[in-house]
């Protein structure tokens, strides 16, 4: 009976130790997943990176622009830098005349 009893407990024992170590390699092997998916992420990112910092360039801009036909091969393309200031050194338009008067003014002058 004691036999028995021993052996059942061992078989018990034997069958948790069994499931906590599958369990274990289940999680090992999706973290070695997660691990390469995170790697082929990581490399997708920097080619991505790479594929935008090289489209910012003049060239690759110039050469899309010969691509869609918008400039000619014989034109130059000419880019205007946008001031970031810009907007706020104009006039507010509480301090301008108003519309009705500028336009008096661009057509009779004034006088």
Same mark, same amino acid.
């Given at each position: 009976?004691?036999? *028995?009893?021993?052996?059942?407990?061992?078989? *018990?024992? /034997?069958?948790?130790?069994?499931? *906590?170590?599958? #369990?274990?390699?289940?999680? /090992?092997?999706?973290?070695?997943?997660?691990?390469? #998916?995170? /790697?082929?992420?990581?490399?997708? #990112? /920097?080619?991505?990176?790479?594929?935008?910092? #090289?489209?910012?360039?003049t060239d690759y801009v110039i050469d899309k622009a010969r691509d869609l036909g918008f400039v000619w091969p014989w034109e130059a393309l000419i880019a205007v830098q946008r001031d970031a200031n810009a907007r706020a050194q104009t006039t507010a338009p509480s301090g301008r005349a108003p519309r009705v008067m500028r336009w008096i003014a661009l057509f009779v002058g004034t006088r």
């Open positions: 009976m004691l036999a *028995v009893g021993a052996l059942a407990i061992g078989l *018990v024992l /034997a069958s948790a130790f069994a499931g *906590v170590t599958i #369990q274990e390699n289940a999680l /090992a092997r999706e973290i070695r997943e997660l691990n390469a #998916q995170i /790697a082929s992420e990581q490399g997708k #990112q /920097a080619s991505l990176e790479r594929s935008a910092a #090289q489209k910012r360039t």
